[in-house]
Structure formats: structure tokens, C-alpha cells
């Protein structure tokens, strides 16, 4: 399902998109420091839910993010649920003074 997914992320708006074809799927909003990246939100176009949009969405963000050394804050119950749900991406999340965001 999620093969014909792709993923890219466009910093001028802040998002990462996902695209089936030619059409914008899904997005992840993010706001991002030198070290820290926050998830905001994310997205889903109705027509494309249960294709696993929003998975290659957190995925390709999680692992841009390992890949650029920065922590993660997830704002997004998407996101917050998928790293649960992920344990190899609960590193990942930022602690403050030793307690997870």
C-alpha cells in the first residue's frame, strides 16, 4: 500500500508532503532549531486514509531526523502515538532535564 507513497520535505512551508502520483496526499507540519524538530501536525487527505500516508509520513521524518542529529518533540498525537508504537524511534525523543517533552 504504501509503495506508491512518496515522501519529500519541503522546508520553505514547513512540512514534509507526501504524494501518490501527482496528488498531495498528506502532510506533516514541523518547527525546527539547530538540534530540535517539533511535529505539529499531521494530515491526511480523506481519499487516502488507510493507505499508510501518515506512516511514511512519521517515518521518512523520524529517520530524516536520526539522520540530522536532531530530537524530536511530538506535538502531534500522530506522531507522539507512532513512536509509542515504534520503540526503535523513542531515542529520538527530546528530554528535558531527564523527562521526555
Not at 501518490?20 to 498528506?26: E, K, S
Not at 525546527?32 to 524538530?37: F, M, P, Q
Request: hydrophobic share 35%; glycine share 8%.
Amino acid at each position: 500500500m504504501a509503495d506508491d507513497v512518496t515522501v519529500t520535505d519541503n522546508p520553505g512551508e514547513g512540512q514534509y508532503e507526501a504524494r501518490i502520483g501527482d496528488a498531495v496526499a498528506g502532510t506533516a507540519q514541523y518547527m525546527r532549531s539547530s538540534e530540535v524538530i517539533a511535529f505539529t501536525h499531521t494530515e491526511v487527505d480523506l481519499a487516502y486514509e488507510g493507505r499508510g500516508v501518515g506512516s511514511a509520513l512519521a517515518r521518512t521524518a523520524l529517520d530524516a531526523a536520526r539522520e540530522e542529529g536532531l530530537k524530536v518533540v511530538p506535538v502531534c498525537p500522530f506522531f507522539a502515538s507512532y513512536i509509542r508504537k515504534h520503540t526503535d524511534y523513542q531515542d529520538l525523543v527530546y528530554e528535558k532535564d531527564g523527562d521526555p517533552a
